[in-house]
């Protein structure tokens, strides 16, 4: 049984776990080498690229920072329609970028028609979109996006955050138009925090080359350069290289359609239960997340009562994040959770509903 029912760090794999036991390796050998490459030949698989993975020892925030420092020479247009989206924007005007925010109802999906609107009137070098808002439960039309920029901008590059559904609900990297696609080891590839991986297309490398000052830690082309020798700038973190190497042998061998269908079926069990109990759901119909559920508070219960009553039976739920934190709380069922887990989770809450709380 799966005691976290959270947005992220999720429950690991007792084999995943015991990969990182294995005896360190330096990182300038053909045997890291052999491991580095294999790992980020199936994270292609995963982001359903057939560009290059950078596998960087950073949460997924290091890379929305590397994608502005390489990208961005004159103006960004962030889509906010959330809390994480809200971050795209804050990382780009602390990095000093030209930015421009296209912000919605936190209850609405980005609009494509709008975004289109915006870069036919002003030219940007990138248009950045979170594709799973963790916040709110909502799941962006990041592929209607994309094809309308690039049909009203061809030039514009268009980056993800996919921190919280990849490896969970479906997103085509290629087949989409993507130019940058991000995400973080914790949430729905079921690792340890520590990792993220982003798939960076050929569009966006030859940008990167005419960008100065892309800093060091976080260049592509720095990068890339090494990534061509199955190895890395500075020191991996070895030890997690070893558990995303079997955690995404793990994930293919399940099979991406039914992986995502998994977590389809429990969000949508988790829905079921929220209205059936008299709950509402905060993202609306048709944009909802296969990977989290953001269930308002219509029966002004006790949230932390709730929260605590569950984590003293080690079960642990998410309370809404920022301005949503007394009106909602959220339920996560990324990674390894089964059905059976979500269940338990579900008559435990039951109970406490039917307490009277």
């Not at 698989?45 to 420092?69: D, Y």
């Not at 990068?223 to 190895?231: D, S, Y």
């Not at 955690?247 to 929220?274: N, S, V």
């Not at 809404?320 to 579900?346: A, C, H, P, V």
Request: glycine fraction near 8%; aromatic fraction near 8%.
């Amino acid at each position: 049984m799966s005691p976290l029912f959270i947005p992220g760090p999720v429950e690991v794999a007792e084999e995943v776990l015991a990969a990182q036991t294995q005896p360190m390796l330096a990182h300038r050998s053909a045997a890291f080498e052999e491991l580095f490459h294999r790992a980020e030949g199936n994270a292609r698989k995963v982001f359903q690229t057939k560009s290059r993975v950078f596998i960087l020892p950073a949460s997924g925030t290091g890379f929305q920072e590397a994608t502005m420092r390489n990208l961005v020479r004159g103006r960004v247009l962030v889509c906010v329609n959330g809390a994480f989206s809200t971050r795209w924007q804050q990382v780009a005007q602390t990095n000093g970028k030209q930015v421009d925010v296209l912000e919605v109802d936190w209850r609405k999906p980005i609009p494509p028609d709008m975004v289109a609107e915006k870069v036919k009137k002003q030219k940007y070098d990138l248009v950045a979109i979170v594709h799973n808002e963790t916040s709110t439960g909502l799941l962006n039309p990041v592929a209607e996006v994309a094809m309308a920029v690039h049909a009203n901008s061809p030039d514009t590059l268009v980056a993800v955050d996919a921190v919280s559904s990849l490896g969970g609900a479906n997103l085509e990297m290629d087949a989409w138009g993507l130019d940058v696609v991000f995400t973080s080891s914790q949430k729905a590839l079921a690792l340890p925090p520590g990792l993220t991986l982003g798939a960076v297309n050929e569009r966006a490398m030859a940008r990167a080359e005419e960008v100065p000052n892309r800093g060091w830690y976080f260049d592509f082309i720095r990068l890339e350069k090494h990534r061509t020798a199955n190895t890395t700038p500075t020191t991996p973190a070895v030890s997690l290289i070893y558990a995303l190497d079997l955690q995404l042998k793990r994930i293919l061998e399940e099979g991406l359609p039914q992986r995502f269908e998994r977590h389809l079926r429990m969000a949508q069990y988790t829905r079921a239960w929220a209205t059936g109990r008299g709950f509402g759901l905060y993202a609306p119909q048709g944009y909802r997340s296969p990977t989290i559920t953001t269930v308002e508070n219509l029966l002004d219960v006790d949230l932390s009562a709730m929260i605590s009553y569950l984590k003293q039976r080690g079960m642990v739920i998410a309370s809404g994040y920022g301005s949503l934190k007394q009106s909602t709380f959220r339920i996560g069922n990324m990674g390894e959770i089964s059905l059976d887990d979500l269940d338990n989770l579900l008559e435990t809450i039951n109970e406490f509903l039917d307490k009277g709380n």
